[in-house]
């Protein structure tokens, strides 16, 4: 069993996860930090399926696009991208656009939830008093996007939404799986895969040198995955210095790799192109599978928690082309693209697809 970096907070051989004032994360519990949830709740693998809300289609063949319709576009962009624009009189290259993304995106998770929203009101509280109209809404803007950030990320822990994640990958006939992130910006996901079916080995890739810099490079050491132990076959945490990780800065289009991955993944990829690059990027979770293995994507889902989310803090995430779209339309773009739909369902605010090739 082994410990995360760091001392505080510390691992324990009884799985348990020590915060220095206030006691140890203990199996089955949960805690929220100053930045993020510490969650171990649901070791076992039988009480998850609560976290995800399949779906019933069984036969993709006889679904329509008329039955199902098409995403919906978030159309309101960060300033950043049009003052871009403006200044270099064209429109913002896509591996532009995610630089600035991820450079934005990393500045709230950083950031220390309670303390911003404490801030952000006594902010408030001297605009309101000083009376200055101009002061107060954007004051009042940058309230709206803390308490919104710390209700999502930090409280409800939608965006990791661990429970729902491990939910949607569970029960893969892998062993010491090769994973590949496709995307992988902090690499969470991939992480979490490890966990769950240790001792393998995780690449993930991302075109921007920030994220493995950055969002990876700074992910925090003492965060718990909850995954298990293949000597004991027992529920234990596993923390990323203890997994097999190698974080390449490579475009996907000019990876390597052959068809030698157990798993691909992407994690909010496939929404971000327009109708006649999708088969593309599906093709790019084909491409590197071995026979057998299985691609894993998830994309938000359409809903008025992601549009709220998505209106709110499009300073904050609006650069790049996105969509909002609902598992049985993403279920069919697989299905047209030459895949089968073994698990498609719903885990908090997220869409989640495990597939095979046809
Ligand atoms: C929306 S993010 C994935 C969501 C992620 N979970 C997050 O928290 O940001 C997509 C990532 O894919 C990367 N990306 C997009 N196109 C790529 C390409 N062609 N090659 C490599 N990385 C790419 C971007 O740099 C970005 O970090």
Redesign the pocket.
Known sequence: MGAPPGSRPEGRADGALRHAARGPVRMGETRVGPHFRYDLRAPRLEELDQFIVERPIRDWSVVRWKDVGKPVRVENYASGKRLWEEKHGDTMP?KTS?EM??RS?HSWFVKDGREAQRAAMRRMLRSVASLRADEIASVFEELQQVTLWNLAHRVTDT?WDPRGKRALFRGLDVKRPRILF?????G?EAMQLYAMYPGGEAVM????AF?RDHRFGDFPEDYPFLGYDPATGSARPWYRSEMKLTYLV????KLPFGREFDIVLS???LE?FPDEYKPECIEWHRKFLRPGGYAILTTPRLGWRTKLFYHVMAEAMNYTYRELMTVDQMGLYLYENGFNILRHGWIKTHNGIVAQPR
Request: aromatic share 20%; with cysteine.
């Open positions: 896509v995610w993304f991820n995106f965006i496709l995307g992988a910006a902090e969470y890739v991302d075109y921007d994220c490579e475009d996907i289009r994690v909010g990829l971000h």
